[in-house]
C-alpha cells in the first residue's frame, strides 16, 4: 500500500473548517484514500472515502486532486468533539480482497474555543 | 453502522498470568478480524489477521506463541496475552470486516491492559 505524509499536527477555532492534508505521491490506480479518526482511548472511527472523486458525507467532505497525488479532509463545521488524530490512508479495496489498513502517524488536530 | 465490541475495556493483572480479549461483531457477521496494538502516543500497528475458521497470519516481529488469537465464529475472535510482562502493556484493538463483500474495516473500542 503506498504511504501517506500528514503533517503532525493543527489547531482550528470552533465554528471554522478544519483543512487536513494528505500527500500520497505514489498512489496506485486501484488505490482508495480512506480517512480515519481516534479520539483519545478509544478506537478508530471511518470518516470517510474515496478513488479519485470528491465525496461528501455528513461528517466530512473529501478532495482528491487529479492527479490523485494528495488530498485533504474538510470537516465544515469543527467542534470540540472533532479533537482527535486523523489518519490518512491509501489502500486496494475491491471487495472480497483482504487488504490491511496500515496506520501511519496522523494529524493531531486540536479544535479550540 | 456496525458495531464491534470488546471485553474487556481494562485489565490489570500480574506478571506471568495470561489474558484473554473478546471481540465481538454484534449486528454482522465478520469473516476476517484485525488485532492492532497501540502504546501511548503512538500509533496503530497491526498485530495479526485472523480469518474465520482458519489460522492467523501474523505480522513481521509479533510472536504468534505469546499472541494467540481465535477466531471460531463469524462474530468472535479472541486474543490471549500468555505470560503477560509489563513490556505487553498497551492498548489492544480489534477490528472485523464484514461477509457480505464490502471492505470496510469497523473497530472495536479497545481494551486496556496493564501488567504488574
Known amino acids: 500500500d503506498a504511504k501517506t505524509t500528514q503533517p503532525p499536527s493543527m489547531d482550528c477555532a470552533e465554528g471554522r473548517a478544519a483543512n487536513l492534508p494528505c500527500n500520497h505521491s505514489t498512489i496506485s490506480g486501484n488505490e482508495y484514500v480512506y480517512w480515519y479518526r481516534q479520539i483519545h482511548s478509544q478506537g478508530p472511527q471511518y470518516i470517510i472515502h474515496?478513488?479519485?472523486n470528491n465525496e461528501t458525507n455528513e461528517m466530512a467532505s473529501l478532495i482528491i486532486t487529479e492527479d490523485r497525488k494528495s488530498s485533504t479532509l474538510i470537516l465544515p463545521h469543527a467542534t470540540l468533539r472533532d479533537t482527535a488524530v486523523y489518519y490518512c490512508?491509501?489502500?486496494?479495496?475491491?471487495?472480497?480482497?483482504?487488504?490491511?489498513?496500515?496506520f501511519g502517524t496522523g494529524t493531531r488536530l486540536q479544535v479550540t474555543l | 453502522g456496525a458495531v464491534v465490541s470488546q471485553h474487556p475495556s481494562w485489565v490489570i493483572c500480574k506478571s506471568g498470568t495470561s489474558v484473554k480479549i473478546e471481540c465481538r461483531s454484534l449486528d454482522f457477521q465478520a469473516t476476517t478480524m484485525f488485532w492492532y496494538r497501540q502504546f501511548p502516543k503512538q500509533s496503530l500497528m497491526l498485530m495479526a489477521t485472523s480469518n474465520e475458521g482458519s489460522k492467523a497470519t501474523y505480522e513481521q516481529g509479533v510472536e504468534k506463541d505469546k499472541f494467540l488469537i481465535n477466531h471460531a465464529s463469524l462474530t468472535l475472535s479472541t486474543l490471549t496475552v500468555t505470560s503477560a510482562h509489563p513490556e505487553d502493556s498497551s492498548f489492544y484493538i480489534c477490528s472485523a470486516r464484514s461477509r457480505d463483500g464490502a471492505n470496510e474495516q469497523f473497530f472495536g473500542p479497545g481494551t486496556r491492559l496493564t501488567v504488574l
Open positions: 474515496g478513488l479519485k
Open positions: 490512508i491509501v489502500r486496494v479495496a475491491e471487495t472480497g480482497t483482504a487488504s490491511k489498513l496500515t
